[in-house]
């Protein structure tokens, strides 16, 4: 397995920006004004947990996933997408504010739990081993895309044996890093080289590897992959789409269980009123990926 930790500011021109979040120097502090007025529910929530009520809260973001959560293009003081939104709305259930902390997608969980962000809610899969740094709460089913260059010239199927002897970006922290890994010896028993591995800190340097063709494939959420297709629909295509045991979580610090009880019942309420799955259809996001909330956490 060949890994090239590559700089991904060369690649970006908010690299400065970013760079100087990662060192916990920037937070933007512009709030994307709520869209809906809260659920009926949420006025006992906030009776509840009146310790929220009137606080401003940090979510840490990783802001280089268009749908999800990005600069506004319109106005580079804020963030959009659904992720942004939908955090903005359970905010204003239990009464508080959110500003916002950008990070590399490896720093959001030190983030949190340096106590520089009280929570993150940017497209982070709640993984086990996830789980032993911060507590999750669940609201979307996992469907990964594979992107490719415009006609697919590797003939990449999935996360198979079909990646072995191609390079695949990927972001560093994400839960695919480890599944290009695993090819390695299956490619070796099917008397192929190994697939190559390049390591970015955003979803957009990693889409700019394969648009440069220094990478053939990248492997992520397929909202995110088909972003990428509609942005550049000559030069990219999604070879498939296929389903990971995980779910997208809203992570909260371990040491704050009355914090993430409050996030949850916020959250049901939000599903119940419909407004999740509207935020989805807004943000051309796939609906039936909608989960109703669990908690996923390691003691």
């Known amino acids: 397995m060949t890994i090239n930790v590559l700089n991904p500011f060369r690649f970006s021109r908010l690299g400065a920006f970013v760079a100087a979040a990662g060192l916990g120097v920037a937070t933007l502090a512009v709030p ?3 869209e809906a007025a809260a659920p009926a529910g949420c006025a006992a929530l906030q009776t509840k947990y ?5 606080k401003t809260l940090v979510n840490a973001v990783n802001p280089h996933t268009p749908g999800y959560e990005s600069l506004d293009p319109k106005d580079p003081s804020k963030y959009i997408g659904f992720d942004i939104d939908l955090g903005e709305a359970i905010g204003e259930c239990l009464g508080f504010k959110l500003t916002y902390k950008p990070v590399t997608f490896a720093a959001l969980l030190t983030t949190l739990s340096s106590g520089q962000a009280d929570i993150v809610i940017s497209d982070i ?6 789980a032993k740094a911060a507590d999750f709460i669940t609201y979307s089913k996992v469907f990964d895309g594979v992107l490719v260059a415009k006609g697919n010239p590797k003939k990449i199927t999935g996360i198979n044996t ?4 191609a ?13 290009v890994q695993n090819l390695g010896p299956l490619c070796k028993a099917e008397s192929k080289p190994e697939p190559g591995l390049q390591l970015y800190d955003n979803n957009a340097n990693c889409i700019q590897a394969v648009l440069a063709g220094r990478a053939d494939t990248y492997v992520n959420d397929v909202n995110t992959v088909d972003q990428a297709v509609k942005a550049n629909p000559d030069k990219l295509e999604k ?3 296929v389903t990971l045991p995980y779910s997208v979580g809203i992570a909260v610090p371990k040491d ?3 914090f993430r009880d409050a996030v949850m019942a916020a959250l049901i309420e939000i599903q119940k009123a419909g407004m999740e799955t509207e935020l989805l259809k807004k943000w051309e996001l796939d609906a039936g990926s909608l989960e109703a909330p669990r908690l996923v956490m390691v003691k």
Do not use: D
């Open 162 to 165: 079909s990646m072995c002897g």
């Open 125 to 130: 899969y709640a993984t086990e081993e996830r």
């Open 239 to 241: 070879a498939i789409a």
């Open 167 to 179: 390079i695949a970006a990927e972001n560093t922290g994400f839960v695919e890093v480890p599944l």
């Open 256 to 258: 704050k269980p009355e």
């Open 50 to 54: 009146p310790q929220l009520k009137g």
């Open 32 to 34: 994307h004004a709520a």
